[in-house]
C-alpha cells in the first residue's frame, strides 16, 4: 500500500501565491508520475499538473506559467507552486501517484486552496 499525505493549502488573496506538497509512503518501488488534481463544488476533477520521473512535465493550460510543479525523488514528494493565483483557481487540490509495476493509481485525502478578497 502506498500512503499520500498533502499539506500546505489555505486561504489566500487574489493574485497571491501559496504552495501544497504530497509526500508518498508506504511499499514504494518507483514513482513513475507524480501531479497534482483539483475539484471545485459542482465541477469535475481536472488535471492541474504532473510530472514524470524524468522531469518532465505537463500543465493544463489556465495554469501554465503561473503553476510550476516540482519533485523530490529521494523524498517521494512532489509540491506544486501557485502565482499569480486567481478565485477560479479555488478548489480541493488532489495529490496523484503511479508506481511502476503497480496497477493502481493512488490519491491524497485532497487540501483545500481558497482564492478569495
Known amino acids: 500500500q502506498v500512503q499520500l499525505v498533502e499539506s500546505g493549502g489555505g486561504l489566500v488573496q487574489p493574485g497571491g501565491s501559496l504552495s501544497v506538497s504530497c509526500a508518498a509512503s508506504?511499499?514504494?518501488?518507483?514513482?513513475?508520475?507524480m501531479g497534482w488534481y483539483r475539484q471545485a463544488p459542482g465541477k469535475q476533477r481536472e488535471l492541474v499538473a504532473t510530472?514524470?520521473?524524468?522531469?518532465?512535465?505537463d500543465y493544463r493550460d489556465s495554469v501554465k506559467g503561473r503553476f510550476t510543479i516540482s519533485r523530490d525523488n529521494a523524498k517521494n514528494t512532489v509540491y506544486l507552486h501557485m502565482n499569480s493565483l486567481k478565485p477560479e483557481d479555488t478548489a480541493v487540490y488532489l495529490c496523484?501517484?503511479?508506481?511502476?509495476?503497480?496497477?493502481?493509481?493512488?490519491w491524497g485525502q485532497g487540501i483545500q486552496v481558497t482564492v478569495s478578497s
Open positions: 496523484n501517484a503511479e508506481i511502476l509495476g503497480d496497477p493502481q493509481v493512488y
Open positions: 508506504g511499499r514504494i518501488s518507483s514513482i513513475y508520475v
Open positions: 510530472m514524470i520521473e524524468s522531469g518532465e512535465t
